[in-house]
């Protein structure tokens, strides 16, 4: 069964901080690149940050510095801690292979207001 389930999403203030997480079924998970995207309100879903099967690491230059991401494939399950939040951070946020699949989860939203 093809499963993405982002959680951890929610309101914060500008300069904070906040950790989604993203279970994946294996299928999707084992040996292969995963990625944060996000999609904020009336714009096109883009590329935050993508992490390899050998945890390389790649980012976006909106997150060089504040986010980082990672892994846990005992888990099946990727992360990305988010630091020095932004308003512009506001968006839904969600994970898929990279490059993604035609599949994707519901996503998590954060919102960045104070």
């Known amino acids: 069964q093809v499963q993405l389930v982002e959680s951890g999403g929610g309101l914060v203030q500008p300069g904070g901080s906040l950790r989604v997480s993203c279970v994946a079924s294996?299928?999707?998970?084992?040996?292969?690149?995963m990625a944060w995207y996000r999609q904020a309100p009336g714009k096109q879903r883009e590329l935050v940050a993508l992490?390899?099967?050998?945890?390389?690491?790649n980012y976006e230059d909106h997150a060089k510095g504040r986010f980082t991401i990672s892994r846990d494939n005992a888990k099946n399950t990727v992360y990305l801690q988010m630091n020095s939040l932004k308003p512009e951070d506001t968006a839904v946020y969600y994970c898929?292979?990279?490059?993604?699949?035609?599949?994707w989860g519901k996503g998590t939203l954060v919102t960045v207001s104070s």
């Open positions: 898929n292979r990279g490059p993604p699949m035609d599949y």
């Open positions: 294996g299928s999707i998970f084992r040996d292969n690149a």
């Open positions: 992490i390899t099967s050998r945890n390389s690491t």
